[in-house]
């Protein structure tokens, strides 16, 4: 089994990345939020868990050899937060969802297909309509509680992507051909959710009240 070991490759087309230049980047993207909890320590503990997220996305974002993982050290302090403000809260249902979702091709075999998806629509489910009840908002037609029509919409396009990942992808015959093309879809797919939360609550920790 060698799925596990780090390995290098040097790009023909895309520049390749070297540890210096991930370091620089890390620093650059936490650097922000350090200097704005040193300079608001009146925050309390909540400057501090926000800053902490936002180091967690740092690291996940820009690190050197990060592990899918590794996006779980962003959703576990954020969901202590998803009570405290409405905003949180909807940042916190967009990035649990596609954070989720972006650890499925870990598990890859079809007798565990089910497992996954039945444990992620569960949890998913019980995070929308709790935190929907909390703060008063119900399913709207396709809009999901908390997000606007289009954050729902996004979402949403997560059922067709992996409806395609695990059963039209092997239906069509294409796992000899393109046997990758589902993990990228994934991947693209749930960075775009990622970027979004990290971009927003950047924006509400820097700006919000």
Known sequence: MTGGLVQEYHHTVLPSIKPIDTLALTILSILPALIHLFRNPLNGPKGFLRCLVLCAFGSYLFGWHVHEKAVLLIIIPLCLLAYSSKSEARI??????????????????????????????????????????????TFSGFRLPLLTKVESLYIWGLVPLQFYCDIIHYTLGLQQMLPFLPLMLTSLYCAIGILYSWLRFYYLTIFGS
Request: no cysteine; charged share 10%.
């Open 92 to 137: 916190f249902l967009i990035l649990t969802t596609t954070g989720h979702l972006s650890l499925f091709p870990l598990i890859f075999t079809r007798a565990e297909t089910p497992i996954k998806v039945t444990m992620m629509l569960s949890y998913t489910l019980f995070s929308f309509v709790g935190l929907g009840k909390f703060y008063g908002e």
